[in-house]
Every structure is written in C-alpha cells, then in structure tokens.
C-alpha cells in the first residue's frame, strides 16, 4: 500500500526549516528518499534503517517515530537548491529491494 | 559517471501504434524498474526485472509488456497505445536485491498518445 506523505505542499523562505513526512499502515523497517527537481529524474538522497542509522545526504536527516509506522525527513537552514519534490519511498514486504513511492511533497524554497 | 539512459526525451505517438521505450545502464545493475509517474500520483511501479529474461509485473501491468535480453538493457512496450497511457515514464536500476541501495534513474521519457 503506498505511504502517504505530508504535507502535499510547503513554500519556505531561505534558512527556514521544514519537515516531511510520510505515513504507512506497517511498521517501516528502511525508508529511502529521492528529491526531483523540475523536468529531471529522481535523485536518491539518503536511506534511513531500521535502527535509525541514515546513509546518505549530509544535511538532510530523517527519524522514524516510536511505533516505526512515520517516518519524517529534516531540512535545516533550507537553501534555495533544496526546491523540488520529495519523495519517501519504503521497501515492499519483506527484503526485495523493490520500492513503493509516496505520493510526493512538493518543497518550494524562495529568497 | 554512471546512469541510466532512457533513448528519447520525448514522444507523440498514435492511438492503437506498439510503442517501444528503451534503457540502458551500465553500472552492472541486477535490478531494472519501469515506472510511470503522474500528477498527485507519485511513481507507480510497471514492471521489474531481476535478472536477464526474469521479470515480475508491478501495480499497474496492465497494456504493458517488458524485455530484458541483455543485463543492461530493459525495454517497454505498449502493445497498443492508449490515450490513457500519456504519461512520464522513467526507468531505474539498483544493485543486488537489497533494500540498502538507492535507485538510480534515467532522465525520463514524456510519452504523449494522440
């Protein structure tokens, strides 16, 4: 079942900080994250595992909640290059590698 | 530097034609995926290959067929395109089957079907 993200939009001014996150009906034991910027492909940003480890981007972080069932993506101090789309992406059942995309939160960063 | 090359940017084809879309890696991925993406809908997943000649339907199968002869290559085809199949559609590759891995995807082809 695909995981639903929130919020679907958020317009930030330069530095300010903001939060994505993403919803599912099990318990997410990884959760990858990409970010598309317009008219480009999916860039993967960072995994974040089950233990909360996170490998990837190094000013973007992201946490699972207590019961593993949300995940939530941190942008501190938001550049103008952090525009885009965001999107969560946990594994389907069991160890595939095959993902499930959310919906996608659009993220519009402004001078 | 790696990728994923998706052979056109662009296509206008017509209601009932067979259309092929084509990708290419060459990071000596296993895994090849077939999405399409549309507004307010995220990326739905087609069609996935695992290995040469081996493939898995998705969610949305359904006017859609797949080929992998080749590791690298992992082709679409709609057998009868559709109005309804207007849409981006983007290929991606990953390593071995594990879940620790991002997806690298290719740069996308915006089918149009007129």
């Known amino acids: 079942q695909q995981p639903v993200q929130s919020p679907q939009a958020v317009i930030l001014r330069e530095g300010e900080d903001a939060v994505i996150n993403c919803s599912s009906s099990?318990?997410?034991?990884?959760v990858h994250w990409y970010r598309q910027k317009h008219g480009e492909a999916p860039v993967f940003l960072m995994i974040l595992l089950k233990g909360g480890e996170q490998k990837g981007h190094e000013k973007i972080s992201a946490s699972f909640n207590e019961k593993k069932q949300q995940s939530s993506l941190y942008l501190t101090a938001s550049q103008l290059s952090y525009s885009g789309t965001y999107f969560c992406a946990p594994p389907r059942s069991g160890n595939t590698g095959k993902l499930i995309f959310g919906q996608g939160t659009t993220l519009q960063v402004k001078p | 530097d790696v990728k994923v090359t998706q052979s056109s940017r662009y296509l206008v084809k017509r209601t009932g034609e067979k259309v092929f879309l084509e990708c290419v890696q060459d990071?000596?991925?296993?895994?090849m995926f077939w999405y399409r993406q549309d507004p307010g809908l995220g990326l739905r997943l087609i069609y996935f290959s695992y290995d040469v000649k081996m493939k898995e339907k998705g969610d949305i199968p359904e006017g859609y067929s797949v080929s992998r002869e080749k590791k690298e290559r992992f082709s679409l085809i709609l057998e009868s395109a559709s109005t309804n199949q207007t849409s981006m559609y983007l290929c991606?590759?990953?390593?071995?089957?594990?879940?620790?891995?991002?997806?690298?995807f290719g740069s996308g082809t915006r089918l149009t079907v007129v």
């Open positions: 990071m000596d991925h296993e895994n």
């Open positions: 991606a590759s990953s390593g071995v089957l594990k879940a620790n891995y991002g997806y690298t």
């Open positions: 099990k318990a997410l034991y990884s």
